[in-house]
């Protein structure tokens, strides 16, 4: 069975830095397809970054071009998502996934494809 288990969200104040994990059992991350969502309350759910299997980084968001990293510990079995320079508008609950899907609108998030965390917030105060 696939489980993926996020940890490291908080509370910080904007230009704050946090570093999400993502650990995965089931299935190797080297193998796989990982993306983060967030879900912000009253906005649509969306695709952030990703890392792919074959290395490839993707990013969704424009905001967070510059200030959010996404890497991979094969050996824990592990994803990162590393945000720096943190503003209010990151505020929201993030979601590690495998197989994720892109090009999704929607206001609720799509759980229905691929292998889901249980989320963890992350809230920034200006």
């Known amino acids: 069975e696939v489980q993926l288990v996020e940890s490291g969200g908080d509370s910080v104040t904007a230009g704050g830095s946090l570093r999400l994990s993502c650990t995965v059992s089931?299935?190797?991350?080297?193998?796989?397809?990982i993306g983060w969502y967030r879900h912000a309350p009253g906005q649509k759910c969306e695709l952030v970054l990703v890392i792919n299997s074959d290395g490839g980084i993707y990013y969704y968001v424009d905001s967070v071009k510059g200030r959010f990293n996404i890497s991979r510990d094969n050996t824990k079995n592990t994803v990162y998502l590393k945000m720096s320079s943190l503003q209010s508008e990151d505020t929201a609950v993030y979601y590690c996934?495998?197989?994720?899907?892109?090009?999704?609108?929607?206001?609720?998030?799509?759980?229905?494809?691929?292998?889901w965390g249980q989320g963890t917030q992350v809230t920034v105060s200006s």
């Open positions: 996934v495998k197989q994720y899907l892109v090009g999704y609108d929607g206001w609720e998030c799509p759980r229905f494809i691929g292998h």
């Open positions: 089931g299935v190797g991350v080297a193998d796989s397809d």
